[in-house]
């Protein structure tokens, strides 16, 4: 449900903390029952996934219906929300799933470490990447080197990703929200190409693979390293940053998804984003730069500000943002 994801901010990713108990149970990790889980609960989500995946003897049960029905998950659920029920659910957890149940064993190296009770001593996506099991999956997965994949940025893209840093931080927020709801099939060219620039296969792109990136795409040495660095302040680029830096190179993009991102923005519903809406975002994303959430929603209102008038803005429409998004492409 994208309605109950998190983006967690770049530089706090390991201490950033959700409180919120979100999500199914029978995927959510020991820590969400607890109030205080990092990025790492989806580590075992997908472990849960991974384990139904290759899960060939599932516990039956009789639904609410009556119909006969299957469980696939490595844990049986609670009866009920009661401390006792919940607390016997997480000693189950603790004792980690029933890997006889799985027709293979070949992943199930990788799915007890995702599924490590402990979210400290819990991998993290890197980590799994380098395990033998994914390693070989993504060597058989990766992009086709049939000559069609582009390994160079287009003209435009190489625009938007050389200005990213200068966006303010509604336009950040604003893309990165966009880049989060887009379809797979609209994802696939920016995962190949991220793909081929990401030359160690790490998932990120740190300033010497920005830099050559841009060095191939017809940009001198020295622009294209400080080009980089700039990119990279709070750290190597992530795909959903990538993704968003690149989205006003396609104004399609904008222009189907720029409402469900406005949406998410107000979240009151009353059809423009406040300076107090806009305020708790900035709070919540923690986004990189040299000043506050304070400083950087009145920066943001003021960047929309109309010239002839001497009132200040306090909030920001659908049509506003949609001009002013427009500008970006």
Not at 124 to 130: A, M, S
Not at 277 to 293: C, D, F, N, T
């Amino acid at each position: 449900d994208m309605g109950l994801a998190e983006l967690f901010p770049p530089k706090q990713g390991d201490s950033h903390r959700c409180k919120a108990p979100t999500g199914s149970i029978p995927t959510m990790a020991p820590e969400v029952f607890r109030h205080s889980s990092t990025y790492k609960c989806d580590v075992w989500s997908l472990g849960c996934c991974l384990y139904a995946m290759f899960c060939e003897k599932p516990t039956w049960f009789k639904s609410r219906s009556g119909r006969t029905d299957f469980y696939g998950y490595p844990f049986m659920p609670p009866k009920d929300h009661s401390k006792p029920q919940l607390e016997e659910y997480l000693r189950r957890q603790r004792a980690g799933p029933k890997f006889e149940n799985l027709w293979s064993q070949s992943p199930s190296k990788v799915i007890f470490a995702m599924l490590t009770f402990d979210e400290e001593v819990r991998p993290n996506i890197p980590q799994l990447l380098g395990m033998d099991w994914l390693k070989a999956a993504s060597a058989s997965d990766g992009p086709d080197d049939d000559g069609s994949a582009r390994t160079r940025l287009e003209q435009e893209e190489l625009d938007c990703l050389m200005s990213f840093h200068r966006c303010s931080a509604l336009d950040e927020v604003m893309l990165l929200s966009l880049a989060s709801q887009l379809p797979f099939a609209e994802l696939a060219a920016f995962r190949d190409l991220f793909l081929r620039l990401d030359c160690d296969g790490d998932g990120r792109l740190d300033v010497r693979e920005l830099s050559q990136a841009m060095h191939d795409a017809g940009v001198g040495t020295e622009c294209s390293t400080e080009a980089a660095r700039k990119l990279t302040k709070s750290g190597p680029l992530e795909f959903s940053r990538f993704v968003a830096a690149l989205v006003p190179s396609r104004p399609e993009l904008l222009t189907v998804y720029l409402k469900d991102a406005f949406n998410r923005l107000d979240t009151d519903g009353d059809g423009v984003v406040t300076a107090s809406e806009l305020r708790s975002i900035l709070e919540q994303k923690q986004l990189p730069g040299a000043y506050g959430a304070g400083v950087a929603t009145t920066h943001v209102l003021e960047s929309f500000d109309d010239t002839t008038s001497k009132s200040r803005r306090n909030s920001v429409s659908f049509e506003c943002l949609s001009q002013h998004a427009s500008a970006l492409c």
